[in-house]
């Protein structure tokens, strides 16, 4: 029985030899995925560098910084850049479409700036040429062509007659042509299984990276699971390749972008503008933390008068303009977290709806599994902004404080008096060494497994939806 | 050719199954299109009406909290935008990457214009159905399917000989299926389009534009198709060629330019732009106030002799310090838009060898959805900031006395206003 099988298999493998056209494609299939592999990795090393080196950059620069008053550093700012993880070289994810650096100031939330793709040719409109592009797009396309006549052919040729004459079981023989086809697709991926190779010695972890390649190995066996049936049930050659070229068009084109259009109608989500005028209405009741003597300040003056036990601001032991900036940094970071955290809500809500399409179209499956697990989907840029925000409420914060203890308020207030009166208001810049180092951690593996399980349970629901039906049909061939 | 002739193909054609299916499909494609793509559009242009609004509340209550020149000119921000244009439904377009809304205030402008306030990235990534999509990547496919086994199938049902033999003309028989076929379907994709154009109110003769290219589009696909369906082969090695074609054209020649594009066109990174701006500003803190207002004088000599000043703060100082830290950042922001526009000015000539690309852009310009609309809205942004500047410079240089009735003379952001390019 198993014999047969590999008989089977081995003779479509000899029928791929002869015949042109299917050893055109699975040529033209593993140079497209070998060259992707290697396009994609050397651009985003470059990129990763220069974003590490840009990151070292900023910091030395922020701890050069001569001595000053605390407060001209919290609008010095500092910049962070967004690292690659080491899958993001076979599926960068939405990289190339989020800003990959935030400009840390005092008072605002920014928005990640400088997106890839605004420096793009615009030839990419459709996709660019990545590995999970490729994998995910373009490879069931070519196994279509390769595997469309795997059956059709030997009825065509009346052999499919004489097969079954000779004791071949249908199931035999869709085995046998499964497992040709399948192992074809195998051929193919041998590049990206490469690269996986290589991520994990660039310090991948090793079970997201195993999920990663088993992932694309079930999305295989699921087109070779639609590719057999059309071919095993459909009366010629040419209906068999239209049927399935249509299918793909369907699951690989466009359901993935009835799917986006969806749900960018159904849930509105308003972008950062829209949000900051609801935020800055609700800062206007909180009070600015640059001025001491606003009515939102004078519950916290009282408070502090009482605890030191003196009758006026001059006389506490503490610069009261570095609390009042503290304090009101505090609140207002409360604020602007809730308000980003509420835009996150609704961005992860669209790409939930988004999501669920993945148990229609396994493209949409493959690309969110592919995405989680390499740490380069919506999860892990909202990480990265929630990452550069605590690096820029941690160094604020550091800041007031060295405001509040650093120079008393009469020091502080007639800072603009004269030059020497200046430099009494500063604090000396071996305190600009606080700063500390910012990389972007994206979720740690388990994390990225728990998110992927939904992508990984579509998958798997096709392929097992698939071989049923193959199962109970195959009988009657 | 005779009606007759015609009428008799258009009958056969519609007759069979799969060219009504694959007919359907196009039309319901199309249909979605427009439609999600005229609410796309209306979303944004509603989203622009809330954030005008928003923006004049936001305006007066700052003017209302402040009575001092430099701390409105601080406090507030103005609201620019880029509405999107009557057909910006048939073509999305970059308005999901590139911003096309700003809030900008008196401070330095690089800090502020780099700031993207785009739509979910996840669901761009994904990419949209437009109508550009369906005609420029869809419409081929349906092409192929309709169009591959035209002699093929004849051939496969025995037909073929009896065929050429009983036609009367030779224009008759396939150049006239074909022809049928791509009329079919042109009317497929353009009418639900045509609908969405007037909803939209788009020209007549915009439309008509689009129309014809789309014909021609299809064409020139319909060519290719009956070109190779006359090779001797099997329908499925035809179609299989086609789609190798459509792979190369709208895939891997796109693909593999934009790799090119991308290494030879080099240029600095936005994060040196943003940093050497920060450096500028944040360096005349310590500097001696009249380095910065000779730096300053240098671009704006008007106000010379009335950069004296006479306290270490004063907002003039602050101003001016920002424009020189832009002025220094310029050149690098320059040679950054300009690497941008290299890319994309190439791109054009790989777009030659990508029907499909070419397309796309022919629309997108049409529909002011592509990269160089979003640089002229950028353009426009800096222009209006200018004018905010001019405003601004002769209350603060001339320490004008606060006069709350001045700021009614303030620029307001006028996007008809296009900035030269």
């Given at each position: 029985m198993s014999n047969r099988i590999l008989i089977i298999a081995r003779d479509e493998w000899r029928y791929w030899q002869r015949s042109r056209l299917s050893l055109a494609v699975i040529v033209i299939a593993l140079s497209l995925v070998a060259a992707s592999v290697w396009i994609t990795r050397t651009s985003n090393s470059d990129t990763a560098h220069q974003r590490e080196h840009m990151q070292s950059e900023a910091e030395h620069n922020f701890r050069d910084q001569p001595d000053r008053h605390p407060h001209r550093m919290i609008h010095y700012g500092h910049y962070v850049f967004r690292g690659l993880p080491p899958l993001g070289t076979l599926d960068p994810g939405i990289d190339a479409l989020t800003g990959n650096t935030v400009f840390l100031e005092g008072h605002r939330q920014n928005s990640a700036t400088l997106a890839d793709k605004k420096q793009s040719s615009g030839l990419t409109w459709i996709s660019a040429l990545t590995p999970a592009f490729v994998m995910q797009v373009i490879a069931p396309m070519l196994l279509i062509i390769l595997g469309f006549s795997t059956v059709t052919r030997e009825r065509e040729a009346g052999t499919l007659e004489f097969l079954n004459v000779q004791g071949v079981s249908p199931l035999t023989l869709l085995a046998g042509k499964g497992l040709a086809l399948f192992s074809a697709a195998l051929v193919i991926s041998t590049p990206l299984l490469v690269g996986v190779l290589i991520s994990m010695t660039d310090g991948a972890a090793i079970l997201p990276a195993i999920t990663f390649i088993a992932?694309?190995?079930?999305?295989?066996?699921?087109?070779?699971?639609?590719?057999?049936?059309?071919?095993?049930?459909?009366?010629?050659?040419?209906?068999?390749?239209?049927?399935?070229l249509t299918l793909w068009m369907l699951l690989c084109l466009i359901i993935p972008r009835i799917a986006s259009n969806t749900a960018s109608v159904v849930i509105h989500s308003p972008g950062k503008l829209e949000t900051d005028f609801a935020v800055l209405q609700q800062l206007r009741e909180i009070g600015d933390g640059h001025n001491t003597s606003g009515p939102a300040n004078s519950a916290l003056k009282a408070s502090l008068l009482a605890k030191y036990n003196v009758e006026s601001v001059d006389e506490l032991p503490v610069n009261f303009k570095g609390i009042v900036a503290q304090q009101s940094e505090a609140n207002l970071t409360k604020v602007l977290n809730q308000f980003a955290q509420k835009q996150m809500q609704q961005q992860t809500d669209q790409a939930d709806i988004y999501r669920h399409f993945g148990w229609l179209s396994p493209m949409i499956a493959i690309q969110n599994a592919s995405m989680t697990l390499a740490a380069t989907d919506l999860t892990n840029y909202h990480l990265f902004l929630r990452q550069a925000e605590k690096a820029r409420f941690d160094f604020v914060q550091a800041l007031n404080k060295l405001h509040a203890e650093g120079m008393t308020l009469e020091q502080d207030s007639n800072k603009y008096r004269s030059n020497a009166a200046k430099k009494a208001a500063t604090v000396s810049a071996d305190n600009w060494q606080m700063l500390s180092q910012f990389s972007f951690t994206p979720l740690e593996s388990g994390a990225r497994l728990h998110n992927s399980m939904m992508a990984l349970a579509q998958l798997i629901m096709l392929f097992g939806a698939l071989i049923s039906t193959l199962l109970f049909l195959g009988k009657r061939l | 050719m005779s009606w007759a002739d015609i009428r008799r193909e258009v009958l056969f054609l519609i007759r069979r199954k799969s060219v009504v299916a694959l007919l359907v499909i196009a039309t319901l494609l199309s249909v979605f299109a427009v439609w999600t793509g005229s609410v796309e559009v209306a979303q944004q242009r509603a989203t622009i009406e809330r954030l005008i609004e928003a923006d004049k509340l936001d305006r007066s209550a700052v003017s209302k909290q402040y009575n001092d020149y430099g701390y409105i000119a601080y406090y507030t921000f103005h609201l620019t935008y880029a509405p999107p244009s009557p057909l910006a439904f048939a073509a999305l377009g970059v308005r999901d990457v590139y911003p096309w809304k700003h809030r900008i205030r008196m401070l330095a402008l690089e800090g502020q214009i780099h700031e993207s306030d785009t739509q979910n990235p996840e669901l761009a990534l994904a990419g949209k159905i437009d109508f550009t999509f369906v005609v420029a990547v869809f419409a081929p496919l349906l092409l192929l399917l309709?169009?591959?086994?035209?002699?093929?199938?004849?051939?496969?049902?025995?037909?073929?000989a009896f065929l050429m033999v009983t036609r009367k003309h030779r224009y008759n028989l396939w150049p006239l299926r074909t022809g049928i076929m791509v009329a079919l379907l042109w009317l497929a994709l353009v009418l639900p389009f045509i609908v969405g154009a007037v909803v939209n109110g788009v020209s007549a003769g915009l439309t008509l534009l689009v129309a014809v290219v789309v014909a021609a589009y299809l064409l020139?696909?319909?060519?290719?198709?009956?070109?190779?369906?006359?090779?001797?082969?099997?329908?499925?090695?035809?179609?299989?060629?086609?789609?190798?074609?459509w792979l190369l054209t709208s895939f891997i020649i796109p693909s593999a330019g934009n790799v090119f594009i991308k290494d030879y066109y080099h240029g600095p990174q936005g994060g040196a732009v943003l940093m050497t701006q920060r450096e500028a500003v944040n360096a005349a803190w310590d500097l001696p106030h009249e380095t910065t207002m000779t730096a300053f004088l240098k671009n704006h000599p008007e106000w010379t002799g009335k950069t004296e000043t006479s306290s270490l703060f004063e907002w003039k100082w602050y101003y001016a310090f920002q424009q020189v830290g832009d002025e220094k950042a310029l050149p690098l922001a320059q040679a950054y838009q300009q690497t941008a526009q290299d890319r994309y000015q190439a791109a054009g000539w790989v777009a030659l060898l990508s029907p499909a690309t070419l397309l796309q852009r022919q629309l997108t310009r049409w529909a002011e959805t592509d990269a160089t609309a979003a640089w002229q809205y950028n353009d426009r942004v800096r222009a209006f900031h200018a004018e905010l500047r001019h405003f601004y410079y002769p209350l603060l240089f001339g320490n004008a006395d606060y006069d709350e009735a001045a700021l009614k003379k303030r620029p307001e952001f006028d996007l008809d206003k296009k900035a030269d390019r």
């Open positions: 992932s694309y190995w079930i999305y295989l066996l699921i087109w070779s699971a639609i590719v057999l049936p059309i071919s095993a049930f459909t009366r010629s050659n040419t209906l068999s390749f239209s049927g399935s | 309709l169009l591959h086994d035209l002699r093929a199938s004849e051939r496969a049902a025995g037909r073929y020139g696909w319909a060519a290719l198709c009956y070109w190779i369906s006359r090779v001797n082969a099997t329908a499925p090695v035809l179609a299989s060629c086609i789609l190798g074609v």
